[in-house]
């Protein structure tokens, strides 16, 4: 190409400084170099997070000038990981990027970059819990101001670009649970009574106004929306509908979701009441919704039949997809039990061994599906690198469904990737019987393959960090990624990117994989250069290929259907597995077990982790100190005295 020129995103590790000339190199995850000058304007600017705290702490020299030569000699070092923004140049076989900013990652503490290589911004302490707090005070402040009266009627689904309530006064539920796991995530991690006093005032109105019973009092169906005092029980979306303005359906995903809040605030609380509400809901799951068959869940349920073969159902009719197998584990399965299960088998809730049982179960069926069916394989091997992810009801693939046809989400495989750590880490427990360590070992293998294949074939963006949306499955005929529409980047899906990489640096390999680590601090990069709304304190929704913010639309919205949730579970998770397998350093947690308590004890670990990876090391309920000599893994035993009181624990990395 001739004259040719771009607005280009590159991230990777310098090499090849020269400082008199005013260039270095930067090697991409590619494999490619790519040439970057320095200009008069180039600009060295450290990553900012929300709480916009200045955290330059470079080293430099008496008489700085923060001229190009002096700037180029202070803030880099070879192999040190850099995200550049500029002009991408091509002029026959010459190619370079002339450098407008070029983002610092590393947390220095006034030393030079070479002297602490691997210490980045992201990776900090208050990093993930700073921006967490940020979002959660900007979304509460649209809604209440600074006042603690969380009336949430005043609750809307919809808060525009500027966080502003939208005209629309729907209150959809699958937002408003997800919201609950916010609020409830952050009090978790940060110990703000706000948050917590907020998340109680949310469930009460959730589990009033959007809950309905069986006739037998025993299953709930959640209302997909409140307009006003109209209740909309159906979904509403394009891809529930059998046909346009037809929306006979309850969609499965969103009544899974209606548990994702109740299920996090119940390991902070253990109320009573709502692990009931998750209960019943469950059981609306496995009574309703099961395919008694072939296994595994439907996708949608017709309202008027209370059958999921119904004709009416149009192209939901008797179909199962990602969603209506592996979105149980994350959403709700994980943290329920976590909340009804020590890590040594014991519970004091006798009560509820029956559901924890059915829980138990439920992860086997659905870890076993995805492994079973999701994959393309062929002579034991992966034939592509992404799995499938349209069924019928005998679990032959489906690939004329709607607009997925034979296309792939990639945060849908590296979900899957991350979450079957998640499950490995539990089933290959010491106390597991063999077929359950048998089961951990082959999840493991499973997500290993995944995202080993998402990151080779280009799905985690090998020159810029960050991970795509939409691909078809199938490559050209040369091996590249097709995209039907744009190669845009969704916030969402960096989430599932960030923590599968992070998890899988986790694995207790001798040595670690430094891959997966360089993986997760890329996506890390990307996400906090490009997609944290420093206007509005919150985040944008799409960008494009080089993080441009894509604001036309609905994906100008702060919060809608398809938002919230992801950001904090990707704050608290980034939280949990930087100090679980990166750093070591202490992970502190806030609960405060409610008063009509009655499991007698409480597991504060925050998720399925390597057996004995994390012990805990101080204890405090009601502001005073608690000897921890009587306790055994995360298991914390809790008296009637403690109930209704903080309870405050130090996890350490055994």
């Given at each position: 190409m001739k004259l040719f020129s771009q607005q280009m995103t590159f991230t990777g590790t310098v090499h090849a400084i020269e400082v008199d000339n005013l260039c270095f190199k930067i090697k991409c995850r590619s494999g490619d170099s790519i040439d970057i000058k320095i200009l008069s304007n180039t600009s060295f600017e450290t990553i900012r997070n929300l709480d916009e705290v200045d955290r330059n702490r470079y080293l430099k020299p008496k008489e700085f000038d923060y001229s190009p030569k002096a700037s180029l000699n202070t803030f880099l070092s070879e192999d040190q990981l850099v995200t550049v923004e500029g002009v991408f140049h091509q002029n026959g076989s010459d190619r370079w990027l002339d450098a407008r900013i070029i983002h610092?990652?590393?947390?220095?503490?006034?030393?030079?970059?070479?002297?602490?290589?691997?210490?980045?911004?992201?990776?900090?302490?208050?990093?993930?819990?700073?921006?967490?707090?940020?979002?959660?005070?900007?979304?509460?402040?649209?809604?209440?101001?600074?006042?603690?009266?969380?009336?949430?009627?005043?609750?809307?689904?919809?808060?525009?670009?500027?966080?502003?309530?939208?005209?629309?006064?729907?209150?959809?539920?699958?937002?408003?649970?997800?919201?609950?796991?916010?609020?409830?995530?952050?009090y978790n991690l940060t110990g703000c009574q706000r948050y917590l006093d907020a998340a109680t005032a949310a469930v009460t109105f959730f589990r009033n106004r959007f809950r309905s019973y069986s006739e037998d009092g025993r299953c709930i169906i959640w209302a997909y929306g409140r307009r006003f005092s109209n209740l909309i029980m159906t979904a509403q979306g394009g891809d529930d509908a059998a046909k346009p303005g037809d929306n006979p359906a309850v969609a499965l995903y969103e009544q899974i979701y209606a548990l994702s809040g109740l299920a996090m605030?119940?390991?902070?609380?253990?109320?009573?009441?709502?692990?009931?509400?998750?209960?019943?809901?469950?059981?609306?799951?496995?009574?309703?919704?099961?395919?008694?068959?072939?296994?595994?869940?439907?996708?949608?349920?017709?309202?008027?039949?209370?059958?999921?073969?119904?004709?009416?159902?149009?192209?939901?009719?008797?179909?199962?997809?990602?969603?209506?197998?592996?979105?149980?584990?994350?959403?709700?399965?994980?943290?329920?039990?976590?909340?009804?299960?020590s890590f040594n088998g014991e519970t004091a809730y006798v009560d509820i061994l029956e559901f924890l049982d059915l829980c138990r179960g439920m992860l086997r069926e659905t870890a076993n599906l995805i492994v079973d069916h999701f994959p393309e394989t062929k002579d034991g091997s992966l034939a592509n690198p992404f799995v499938r992810e349209r069924f019928h009801a005998d679990w032959s693939v489906d690939k004329t469904w709607d607009w997925q046809q034979d296309r792939a989400i990639v945060g849908h495989n590296l979900k899957i990737a991350w979450n079957l750590i998640r499950l490995h880490y539990y089933f290959s427990r010491t106390a597991a019987d063999s077929s359950e360590r048998e089961l951990g070992g082959k999840l493991k293998d499973f997500a290993v393959r995944l995202a080993d294949g998402i990151a080779s074939c280009g799905g985690v963006d090998p020159h810029r960090g960050g991970c795509f949306d939409c691909v078809e499955r199938q490559m050209d005929a040369d091996g590249n990624l097709q995209f039907p529409w744009l190669n845009t980047k969704d916030f969402w899906q960096q989430e599932q990117a960030i923590l599968a990489y992070y998890i899988l640096y986790g694995l207790p390999n001798a040595p670690k994989e430094p891959k997966y680590l360089a993986l997760a601090r890329e996506t890390s990069a990307f996400w906090n250069i490009f997609f944290l709304d420093h206007d509005n304190a919150t985040y944008f929704f799409r960008v494009t290929d080089n993080g441009i913010p894509i604001v036309k639309g609905q994906y100008g919205q702060k919060t809608n259907f398809s938002t919230g949730y992801h950001v904090f579970e990707l704050c608290y998770l980034a939280h949990v597995y930087i100090r679980c397998f990166v750093d070591g350093k202490p992970l502190t947690l806030y609960y405060k077990p409610s008063l009509d308590n009655a499991q007698g004890g409480l597991n504060v670990l925050p998720d399925f982790l390597p057996e004995g990876h994390l012990r805990v090391s101080k204890l405090r309920i009601g502001g005073r100190d608690v000897p921890i000599h009587n306790i055994s893994s995360g298991w914390i035993p809790l008296g009637t005295k403690d109930l209704g009181k903080e309870l405050v624990v130090q996890l350490d990395r055994a």
């Open positions: 610092l990652l590393l947390s220095l503490g006034d030393k030079s970059p070479s002297e602490m290589p691997d210490n980045y911004l992201f990776e900090s302490i208050h990093w993930w819990k700073a921006q967490m707090t940020r979002v959660a005070d900007t979304t509460l402040q649209a809604f209440f101001g600074d006042g603690d009266d969380f009336d949430f009627s005043r609750y809307r689904t919809i808060l525009g670009f500027n966080v502003n309530p939208g005209s629309d006064n729907i209150q959809g539920m699958a937002p408003f649970s997800r919201f609950i796991y916010d609020l409830s995530a952050a605030y119940h390991r902070v609380t253990q109320a009573p009441e709502v692990l009931s509400d998750i209960i019943c809901t469950v059981r609306t799951f496995n009574v309703f919704f099961k395919d008694p068959k072939a296994l595994g869940y439907f996708s949608h349920l017709d309202l008027a039949t209370m059958t999921c073969d119904s004709p009416a159902l149009g192209k939901n009719q008797a179909r199962k997809n990602w969603n209506s197998i592996g979105d149980h584990i994350p959403a709700y399965l994980i943290n329920v039990v976590l909340a009804l299960e």
